[in-house]
């Protein structure tokens, strides 16, 4: 039987039981490979780690440029939002969107098994505190809707990248969350916006105005 190794960080608090998060970190290294866009063919795949690191960079680019305007924005609030929104994809996977988000009844049910199932998990690995954080990481707050925009900005830098090599399937996918953009309320993001009609600009260019149109 393993020796359990525990951890007392401050007086009083509870020992951290750190063989036990190295068992939980190991359920949690799935996400390295689980492939995201399994529906579609990928010059290069992108697995859920690599996704959750460029929503935080996008996140912090977004806060950064809000901030010169004047927002006040929770940055460590924001990159934890950002590191966990998809923790739960180590046991679901990453379901395809346009299954996900087919209606609301649908979407509130996967999300409400994907809490029932991944919450103990995400407690014992990261407590209660970080928990809630994850369960709202695309809440109403300016950081949750900086991680929801940059969410959907991966998918958009992804598609536009595979396009540019040539993968012309990625279109559909990059013009479906382009319109997730364009219904939601992103009012604090025109300038991104503008980036993201500049990417169509050039995926235009590439394939095909009249393709795109069809």
């Known amino acids: 039987m393993k020796e359990r190794i525990t951890m007392r960080l401050e007086a009083g608090k509870e020992p951290v039981d750190v063989y036990g998060l190295m068992k939980t970190t190991k359920q949690l290294r799935r996400l390295n490979h689980i492939r995201r866009f399994s529906s579609f063919p990928a010059l290069r ?4 780690s690599e996704h959750t690191f460029w929503v935080q960079v996008y996140a912090l680019q977004i806060a950064r440029s809000l901030e010169a305007k004047g927002m006040v924005i929770d940055k460590g609030k924001l990159v934890i939002k950002a590191l966990l929104h998809d923790v739960e994809e180590h046991i679901t996977g990453d379901i395809v969107r346009s299954f996900k988000y087919h209606n609301p009844a649908l979407t509130a049910e996967i999300k409400r098994t994907e809490h029932e199932i991944a919450e103990p998990l995400v407690i014992n690995m990261l407590g209660k505190e970080l928990c809630e954080l994850w369960k709202d990481s695309k809440d109403s707050s300016i950081e949750g809707r900086i991680v929801a925009f940059s969410d959907l900005w991966s998918v958009l830098a992804y598609c536009h990248e595979e396009v540019m090599l040539g993968n012309s399937y990625m279109v559909d996918v990059f013009m479906e969350a382009l319109s997730y953009l364009g ?7 025109g300038d991104w916006m503008d980036g993201a009609k500049r990417m169509l600009l050039e995926i235009k260019e590439k394939i095909g105005k009249t393709w795109i149109e069809r």
């Not at 795949?45 to 859920?48: A, I, L, T």
């Not at 219904?183 to 993001?189: E, K, Q, S």
Request: no cysteine; charged share 20%; glycine share 0%.
């Open 45 to 48: 795949q992108e697995n859920v």
């Open 183 to 189: 219904t939601a309320d992103y009012a604090y993001f």
